[in-house]
């Protein structure tokens, strides 16, 4: 959910604090609530590209015919009378970065900083094929418990089924493979397709590699989910 003060009351402190020194710096801050939470409508799709990865374009299309403050130049790759934009966050607040990078059509963003995010959501699920059993079902759990601002309403059904049947078979499913291997940055960089993005679904980017961007990651050497 979205940060409605600079001063980000109740934000996750080493990773949203940096607002207020944004806005005393002069930059415009455009804070959102993605689809599925805060007061955004719509299922939780987990950074599908299809899905949350358009509703981020129509965010910067938006701002692009909306905001007449916003700086112009030549963006990250060499396109003239591009929109300077940076985007921060952790964990989904990471993901959100990666995902808009590799598929905005016009390359608006110039620099990211993602936060702890993942790379691959199969890895951060199921490394090795063996299910993090634990660890998925407290996330999901806190969702649906409110604990993350979502409920289960709100995640899309095919997530929902997963998640049960994964836990009761302690397995992934070939299309639940697919799936998150679709909402991840692995999908681009490592440029192999999948055969579904859930059922009746096929995906709608080809799996090319994101473009060049300044970033900055922060990440746990010894991190075993990320």
């Known amino acids: 959910s979205r940060s409605t003060s600079p001063d980000c009351p109740g934000c ?7 607002l207020r020194i944004l806005v005393d710096a002069g930059y415009g801050v455009i804070s959102i609530d993605e689809l ?4 955004t409508q719509g299922l939780i799709r987990l950074m599908d590209p299809d899905h949350e990865g358009k509703s981020l374009i ?8 909306k905001l007449d403050w916003i700086a112009r130049g030549t963006g ?21 970065q990666l995902l808009l990078n590799a598929i905005d059509p016009r390359q608006r963003l110039d620099a990211l900083v993602p936060e702890i995010t993942f790379y691959s959501l199969v890895y951060a699920l ?4 063996v299910l993090r059993a634990g660890w998925d ?3 999901y759990a806190a969702g649906q418990s409110g604990g993350s601002g979502v409920d289960r309403a709100h995640y899309d059904p095919f997530v929902n089924s997963f998640m049960l049947e994964a836990v009761t078979s302690n397995q992934m499913t070939d299309a639940g493979r697919d799936f998150f291997a679709y909402h991840g940055h692995s999908y681009f960089c490592e440029g192999v397709p999948v055969a579904t993005n859930g059922p009746g679904r096929v995906p709608g980017f080809a799996p090319n590699p994101p473009p060049r961007v300044h970033a900055m990651f922060f990440q746990g050497m010894r991190d075993p989910i990320f």
């Open 76 to 96: 990250a790759g060499g396109q003239k009378n591009n929109l300077i934009v940076g985007a921060v966050g952790g964990s989904y607040g990471g993901a959100y």
């Open 12 to 18: 996750v402190i080493g990773l949203d604090e940096n």
């Open 126 to 129: 199921a490394p090795n094929d």
């Open 58 to 65: 129509a965010v910067l299309d938006w701002a692009e015919g």
């Open 137 to 139: 079902l407290g996330v």
């Open 36 to 39: 599925g939470h805060g007061e």
